[in-house]
Nanobody
């Protein structure tokens, strides 16, 4: 069974950058497509980004396009989310998960969610 652990969250200011990491154990993440989602307090979980199993294709939510970049390091079995030009509305807990089926943007198709890492963007 795959276990995912997110890290890299923190408190930053508007315009700053952060890099989140999603580290996998149990099975190498290169065997899976991985997605990042976020959930702000009182809101539904929102798709952020995903990377295909091969790493050749990436997907982004409209609100992060041009600012966030997803990438993978197979040797480290880790998927990264580089977040630039952060905004106050990016404040949320960020989760990674393994995509099993369906549309990349739909949380229902994902399994093995991590515990999340909190990102707070202060204005």
């Amino acid at each position: 069974q795959v276990q995912l652990v997110e890290s890299g969250g923190g408190l930053v200011q508007v315009g700053d950058s952060l890099r989140l990491a999603c580290a996998g154990s149990g099975h190498t993440l290169s065997s899976y497509a991985i997605g990042w989602f976020r959930q702000a307090q009182g809101q539904e979980r929102e798709f952020v980004a995903a990377i295909s199993r091969s790493g050749a294709t990436t997907y982004y939510g409209d609100s992060v396009k041009g600012r966030f970049t997803i990438s993978g390091d197979n040797a480290k079995s880790t998927v990264y989310l580089q977040m630039n030009n952060l905004r106050a509305e990016d404040t949320a807990t960020y989760y990674c998960a393994v995509r099993y089926y369906g549309d990349y943007t739909e949380a229902l198709g994902y399994r093995y969610w991590g515990q999340g890492t909190r990102v707070t963007v202060s204005s």
